[in-house]
């Protein structure tokens, strides 16, 4: 009697796990047909933010992305204490279990049936990779059912390792921060293969709940609470010696500020909206490039350092805004750029300063780009070499002899034009040399005449040139086709519509154009093209844009090196600026020219050697005049951006 009944026990023991099985079965076959393949894991594309960097690659200066900020990391550069903190808090059996918890699950359900609402999952890691990649939040049968199908599933076909991988660049972490590695980057400003044992705890410590738990809200607290919690873990799990943990717990975790950073804010923000057109937005959102540009980052702190040294200074003269371009000639490569005078870390800055009422007469806008943005600027004098080029291209040069004296140069506008020099005196006969070392007015609109005339003249002492428009428009037109060829784009109108006036900066140009075209100069007469960007490169490391030097010759080598040397002529220049100007360097050959325009609204000084060209605006956004010269605002800070970068 007892045999038949342990004979029935075991009969029906195994018909029920027969039962159970088939079941199981049946159940695998019914949520199984719908469900995506496991091996989709290695098929699929993750989304990845785009990374716009300065030259070396050491300096991120902005992180493009949509919903999702991630970048991806293979284990091997995560440290192992990170990994351990994460399996400590969210699966201590990760590497012994086949996918799901058994004593997890069951808990889980028993919970649940008590409580009578599925709140409780008892997830593994792999369910959790599972569902946040297939599958919603939604807490309901189904849905569970198919995560423990699927997790069963990927176990089997893929190692821990690679489960692992994928989780770790995969799961949340807030502040849209998908991943590891952008949770390091976005919290401790550090990749994450650099970060602490505390840093890791934390980054454990947010997975169970990255909004709650941010260190940015009211619950920094209990956030610190559960790294100490998630260290305790990792010593009851032999992951860590208990002295190790108490130490951790003891040191300061330094949270970054919680703002959007950007490096070089006004270039940067430049370059990502010529790639937005170029590629499109949602392109670099999610598709990982990695993005060099030209920019010097060192360089570039040295520059809105040196515009921050002289902002006050400069607002004694009424002027609250500068602007510094650097690029190197040999290449057209843009090495640094500051739009407006705000740094790196005070970015954004305010919207209305108190330089700015609601946006209306603005003396200084932080976020305006005046290096690169339309309406341009007058450059005054700092035009004239693109006239004298022209001329030395006809066959003239330094040494041609032309008169400064009043001189009417006939009808302009319906007026008679006769213009004077800055300081208001003529100076008789002087050499072309003499005339731009100077930046005399009258002998360089004289000079216009040389370009246009068709005769070739030994010397120019006309001091009357009615009825001689048209030479002049012939050489209005020659000179404004030359500086087009020599990268200034702005200057679009007809030439008449400019007059002689031209010739003291009466178009309006970009800060960048100028240094550009000055570029031509420091380089023997061969014009390239600005460039931002050296490479980029694809989420795979494969080169998809790489940058080229194609040089054009547009002036002649004999006529670019006479601009160079008469521009770096300190004795041609010192009856004007003086023998120990901002433009003057003690044992280093520097080519420099300023310009005012007539009304004082802009300042200019631009300057170059054979390494590097410079040139810096100073100003005020809405226009208003300034009280000095382009000589005593701009000048300085061109004269110790110039110096450092040699010093260093």
Not at 64 to 86: C, F, H, N, Q, S
Not at 302 to 323: G, P, W
Request: net charge positive.
């Amino acid at each position: 009697m007892k045999k038949n009944k342990i004979l029935t026990f075991f009969k029906f023991f195994f018909l029920s796990l027969f039962f159970l099985a088939l079941v199981i079965f049946f159940l695998f076959l019914y949520y199984g047909r719908e469900l995506p393949r496991p091996e989709k894991f290695s098929e699929r594309k993750l989304v990845q933010s785009s990374k716009i960097y300065d030259r070396t690659g050491k300096f991120l200066l902005f992180e493009i992305y949509g919903e999702e900020k991630r970048t991806w990391v293979p284990l091997d550069k995560i440290p192992d204490y990170l990994k351990k903190a994460v399996i400590s808090v969210e699966d201590k059996d990760f590497y012994s279990h086949f996918g799901i918890d058994l004593k997890s699950l069951a808990r889980s359900i028993l919970i649940n049936l008590k409580i009578k609402k599925a709140l409780y999952g008892g997830s593994t890691i792999t369910q959790q990779l599972v569902r946040s990649t297939f599958l919603s939040n939604q807490k309901t049968v189904d849905r569970k059912i198919k995560e423990i199908i699927l997790s069963i599933e990927l176990d089997r076909r893929y190692s821990k390792d690679q489960i692992l991988e994928w989780y770790l660049n995969q799961i949340p972490f807030g502040q849209n921060c998908y991943g590891v590695e952008a949770a390091s980057q976005t919290y401790f400003g550090k990749s994450v293969s650099e970060i602490s044992l505390e840093e890791a705890a934390v980054l454990a410590a947010l997975i169970k709940a990255p909004s709650l738990l941010s260190p940015y809200g009211q619950n920094k607290k209990q956030l610190l609470e559960r790294k100490d919690y998630v260290l305790d873990r990792m010593v009851s799990l032999g992951y860590l010696k208990k002295e190790e943990a108490e130490e951790a717990k003891r040191r300061e975790i330094k949270f970054l500020e919680n703002k959007v950073k950007i490096l070089a804010p006004h270039f940067t923000l430049w370059v990502k909206q010529k790639l937005e057109k170029e590629y499109g937005r949602e392109f670099l959102e999610e598709e990982g490039l990695k993005i060099y540009t030209t920019l010097d980052w060192n360089l570039q702190k040295l520059a809105e350092e040196t515009i921050a040294k002289y902002k006050e200074k400069n607002k004694t003269f009424n002027a609250f805004n500068s602007s510094l371009v650097a690029i190197d000639p040999k290449t057209g490569e843009i090495l640094a750029m500051v739009g407006s005078a705000i740094k790196s870390e005070d970015w954004p800055g305010e919207k209305y300063p108190k330089d700015c009422q609601e946006g209306k007469n603005c003396l200084f806008e932080p976020e305006f780009n005046v290096a690169v943005s339309l309406p341009g600027r007058q450059p005054g004098s700092a035009f004239k070499p693109f006239i004298y080029a022209a001329a030395f291209e006809k066959g003239y040069d330094d040494k041609f002899l032309v008169s400064d004296n009043f001189t009417n140069f006939g009808l302009w506008g319906g007026k008679e034009y006769y213009p004077e020099n800055y300081d208001g005196k003529f100076r008789g006969n002087v050499s072309l040399r003499e005339a731009l070392a100077q930046s005399l007015n009258v002998p360089s609109i004289k000079v216009l005449y040389l370009v246009g005339s068709d005769e070739k003249l030994e010397n120019l002492f006309i001091n009357d040139f009615r009825g001689k428009e048209e030479v002049f428009l012939e050489g209005l037109k020659k000179s404004i086709s030359l500086a087009r060829e020599m990268g200034i784009s702005t200057l679009e109108k007809p030439a008449s519509a400019y007059g002689p006036s031209i010739v003291l900066g009466g178009g309006e140009v970009k800060l960048l154009e100028m240094v550009e075209a000055y570029g031509v100069f420091a380089n023997e007469g061969l014009f390239l093209p600005y460039k931002t960007i050296l490479k980029i490169e694809d989420s795979k490391g494969n080169i998809i844009y790489k940058s080229e030097n194609n040089p054009k010759r547009v002036i002649s080598s004999k006529s670019a090196k006479l601009i160079t040397d008469i521009l770096s002529d300190n004795e041609a220049r010192a009856p004007i600026f003086g023998l120990r100007s901002p433009l003057y360097f003690e044992n280093l050959k520097v080519a420099a020219k300023t310009g005012t325009t007539q009304n004082f609204k802009d300042a200019w000084t631009i300057g170059y050697t054979d390494r590097i060209v410079v040139g810096v605006w100073v100003g005020n956004n809405d226009g208003t005049p300034i009280k000095k010269a382009g000589v005593m605002v701009a000048a300085p800070i061109f004269h110790e951006f110039l110096e450092s970068f040699y010093r260093h």
